[in-house]
């Protein structure tokens, strides 16, 4: 798939079929993430990989916002350090890796942000020296998903020519 295609379209999948991941895709996925830029290439980011059956259902419990994670056959937190970039570095490399699970038939969806779903440091182990910022839920979906069916503004509505109220789209 190419990237403008997945990126045009991926959706949120919450939902998934039991099926494990195959470990050369967990490997790429957490690869496209560690392959991401960072600010003074810092790279500010750990990721634990989650597969245990019992831990993804104590995720799923303690991730208020992401229940859905009990049935994925695989999750992964993304910790940070306490740094200016961290959050946005990150992100990025959240970004990278459900682009490339999804470019691989895989859905994903983003649990929770900063602070919301610290509660899973004691059950992974992650010291509280760093953030959770993310638990990504993976797995392949238990539904046929629309590929690019997406309410989204119109590129009018978002995009500006060299001043904001400069309409992108009148070049």
């Known amino acids: 798939m190419e ?65 859905y994670v009990a049935q994925a056959p695989l999750a992964i937190a993304v910790a940070v350090e306490k740094t200016p970039f961290a959050v946005s570095d990150a992100s990025r490399a959240i970004e990278a890796m459900l682009l490339t699970a999804w470019s691989d038939g895989i859905g994903a969806n983003w649990v929770g942000f900063v602070g919301s779903v610290d509660t899973v440091k004691p059950l992974l182990g992650i010291p509280e020296a760093l953030d959770v910022l993310a638990v990504l839920a993976f797995g392949y979906p238990a539904a046929a998903v629309g590929r ?24």
Request: avoid cysteine; proline fraction near 6%.
């Open 3 to 67: 990237v403008f295609d997945a990126v045009r379209t991926m959706l949120a999948v919450r939902s998934y079929l039991e099926t494990p991941v195959p470990q050369e895709l967990v490997r790429q996925i957490v690869e496209a993430g560690r392959l991401t830029g960072s600010a003074k290439n810092a790279q500010p980011w750990h990721f634990i990989v989650i597969e245990n059956r019992d831990t993804l259902r104590q995720i799923g419990a303690l991730a208020r916002t992401g229940p």
């Open 148 to 171: 690019g069916k997406k309410k989204r503004k119109t590129l009018a509505e978002v995009a500006h020519r060299e001043q904001f109220g400069h309409p992108f789209e009148e070049a």
